[in-house]
């Protein structure tokens, strides 16, 4: 109690109060722009921390790190291109219910879950930050292993049609992220003597290609000037009658657990997260069969997990000093800046800034709410402007984002080739969503199991002598193995 | 029409002053500061300290770009093409500029760069968890004859691994050195009993509970005062820190390099600078350009050495 009166004495100043209103509002829009992802947001603000009081620096990038991960699924839901890499899942719901003319009320879905999703975590860090910090250290190079290639079983999940497409998009994914520096060796590879390309490939500006900028190939080639669009799109902000709600509270709990459990394990990332949420929510859903055709579920799985992780992925870096996210990286260098240093030493001698910390992002998850659903009056607007010019504007911006991502040109090459690519394979029924997954677990798929590997001497059966590796292994047999015999079984009647 | 012949002047006054910078007082535009790593990391933070000094000095808007990858490989590379106006200007460490080129092919060399002077520096110490049976560097030897010593750090060819091969190959003994993505990676697996030793920072200590055995320089810290050095532990001392330098690429005219150097002493000792690294717990080491040059280019051969003995060049 003595903390919470401490807490909130150093939170109620003018600066403490501009910083968590300027904080989620400037969050919501960085992360809406693609390209422009957490982190980013995060370093274009942290020159302006310096001058500020510690409690006030912190506060404000709480509040961008919470609300640019919300940020991200405006323009997922809008234009089809997620604003950051954790929003990739919310596009193939998100978008599709936009087109049927429901943007308003999938923005309500996402805000939503995305608020709940965030507050969930927080309880869980308030409640249990250093035993379950504890806890993450287990993990290692076996269990993230097992973990991934759990998350992988989810391009099954979004390969509709065919299986086989879907896997070799899934592939082609995993190939794109071992370009550049092998972080077991420290040689580049597959750069082919070009400089920049042992950097290897950003993952944001293959999500602008495949999906913003493809979409924009495809609207141009298909253009008729006169016809007018027969849906009208609702602009503004809906929630769903509770009736809706009710029946999914199960998929809201379970997605906010996988993202808060993700979120905790360090370096696995929200990516992975939406995406095993995805394909658990899909999994125990009783309206799977609507998955990717705008299905509230869908978008509740991608954003209540993703906003999850963010409680989550503060578990370790407050608990420990290790960051569980790139975007919790950028905060703790910026804390260490502060002269506050992490870990087991703020837990003992100044649970007061902890006490902090959860008021301000409380705060934040509900602010960003609110700024959410002011923000869709606005944002949805863009849905009514005239086609060629919401189109040549997605075209622009989604190129200088690619370009913002590193400061180097060739993502914005890679992200018009990954349109083109990505126009050839719309017209070949090739899923997109598999490269994206492939692309964003592959990095960290190889060098777990190297890792592994090297820590076991090269003995691969090691890895099903640890506990939590084993179950994970297990869930994923039975997962790939059940369509099989569910198959066999109906043939055999 | 007025108003046309307005912009028409204001073009021309524009295109005009762009043209001829050479002509105008240095610095008369923004100058751009490369980091090649991320923002908020080891290399950023003192970075973006010095650059908020050398703003107020130099009286110009100073930006700072992060250019990140390949060990800063790729910053280092778009630098070293820049124009050598003065305008493009980068904050890089040892890593980057002294053992990448060894390591591989880079379009940069020794001669790629005008350094102007040396801002920081940390020392590296040998490092293993709290609650390790290793107390000493005899006990880290003892390890590793009887059973096996697992260390980790960045990958291959990064300081912490040239540092800890360095310290195998004098001690004697084998380390079974597992790479990880960096220093966060590292303290996980140290912390979850999976790793045995790493050399890293004083910060290990403070931000991870790590215990510190020794000092990998040839003196004692001021921040950590009672960590020995190997000599004094009856070994032969290795140097191994990590140092940021300020740079222009190479042929920035020496009035230039001359204006930099000088606000680059000031901006190094300013109480701004100083305070800021204090608090962020990092050490000032500040070097003018004469010095500095002399410094680089042994430590460039130095490290090209090193990296070929443990068998990491050609």
Known sequence: MENLAAAVSQLASFEVLLAILIGTTFGTIVGALPGMGTVLALVVALPFTYSMSSIAAITLLLCIYASSVYGGSISAILINTPGTPQSAATVLDGYPMAQRGEANLALGWCTAASTFGGLFSLVILIIAAPQLARFSLRFGPAETFALILFALTCIAWVSRGSMLKGLLAGVIGLFLAMIGTDNMTGMPRFDYDIGVLSGGLALISLLIGLFALSEVFMRAAKYVPEKRESKVANVGFRLAPWREWRIRIKALVQSSLIGTLIGILPGTGATAATFVSYAEVRRTSRRSENFGKGEPDGIIASEASNNAVTGGALVPTLALGIPGDGGTAVMLGALLIHGIIPGVQLLNNSPEVLTGIFIVLAIANVLMFVVGALGAQVFTRVLRMPEPLLMGMVLVMSLVGAYTVRGNPLDVMVAVIAGVAGVFMRFLGVPMAPIVIGMALGLNFEESLRQGLMFSGGDFLSFFQQPIALVLFIITAVIIAWPIVKAFRARKK | ?314
């Not at chain 2, 980057?96 to 060399?109: F, I």
């Not at chain 2, 091969?165 to 790479?179: C, K, S």
């Not at chain 2, 030793?197 to 004083?202: G, I, Q």
Request: charged share 15%.
């Open chain 2, 1 to 314: 029409m007025k108003t046309q012949i307005t912009v028409l002047a204001a073009a021309i006054l524009m295109t005009t002053g762009l043209s001829a910078p050479a002509t105008a007082q240095y610095p008369d535009q923004t100058i751009n500061v490369m980091i090649p790593f991320s923002a908020g990391g080891g290399t950023d933070v003192p970075g973006r300290f010095f650059a908020q000094e050398m703003e107020e000095i130099l009286g110009t808007d100073i930006i700072v770009t992060n250019v990140e990858g390949a060990g800063g490989v790729i910053g280092a590379t778009q630098l070293s093409q820049a124009d050598p106006d003065g305008y493009s200007l980068g904050f890089m460490p040892v890593g980057t500029t002294t053992t990448q080129p060894h390591m591989r092919e880079t379009e940069y060399g020794a001669d790629s760069w005008e350094p102007i002077c040396l801002v920081a520096q940390g020392p590296m110490y040998v490092t293993v968890p709290a609650d390790s049976d290793i107390q000493s560097i005899d006990d880290l030897v003892q390890q590793a004859q009887d059973s096996n010593v697992v260390t980790a750090g960045p990958p291959p060819g990064s300081l912490p691994h040239i540092g800890q091969a360095a310290l195998a190959q004098m001690l004697g003994v084998d380390f079974n050195y597992i790479p990880h993505e960096g220093i966060n990676a590292v303290a996980q697996s140290m912390l979850g009993g999976r790793v045995h030793m790493t050399v890293w920072f004083a910060d290990a200590g403070e931000r991870f509970g790590l215990r510190p055995l020794a000092i990998l320089d040839s003196t004692r810290s001021e921040e950590l005062p009672d960590i020995p050095t190997l000599a004094e532990l009856g070994y032969e001392n290795i140097e191994n820190y990590v140092w940021f330098g300020f740079f222009a690429p190479a042929g920035t005219p020496a009035e230039i390099v001359t204006t930099l150097a000088e606000a680059c002493d000031q901006a190094v000792h300013s109480e701004g600078f100083t305070s800021n690294m204090d608090a962020a717990n990092r050490q000032v080491r500040y070097m003018p350009t004469d010095e500095f040059a002399e410094f680089f280019a042994s430590q460039f051969a130095a490290n090209g050495e090193r990296l070929r003995s443990l068998g990491l060049a050609n």
